[in-house]
């Protein structure tokens, strides 16, 4: 089974950036479709980033243009940069594999944003 591990989480103040990255444990990472998540407090995890096993990217509108996506293969690993952060962006942040439109893996324990002055 794979084990997924976020990190790069914290307190920013609006405005502000942070650089998330999600470590994933087996070979089969880079087959799949990587999502980055996130879950505002008493509100249901929503996908707001993709990116193929190819290297194409999508946004949820809320946080394009802001927020990028990006994936090593090689490390096994999946980054979320988090430019011009508002409040609306503070909640638990996970990542997992997605097929056919679903989370793949088993949920990792995400790591908390908190953007506030």
């Known amino acids: 089974q794979v084990q997924l591990v976020e990190s790069g989480g914290g307190l920013v103040q609006p405005g502000g950036s942070l650089r998330l990255s999600c470590s994933a444990s087996g070979s089969t990472f880079s087959i799949y479709p990587m999502g980055w998540y996130r879950q505002p407090p008493g509100k249901q995890r929503d996908l707001v980033a993709i990116?193929?096993?190819?290297?194409?990217?999508n946004y949820e509108d809320s946080v394009k243009g802001r927020f990028t996506i990006s994936r090593d293969n090689a490390k096994n690993t999946v980054y979320l940069q988090m430019n011009s952060l508002k409040a609306e962006d503070t909640g638990v942040y996970y990542c997992n594999a997605v097929q056919s439109g679903r989370p793949r893996w088993s949920w990792g324990q995400g790591t908390q944003v908190t953007v506030s002055s």
């Open positions: 990116i193929s096993s190819g290297g194409s990217t």
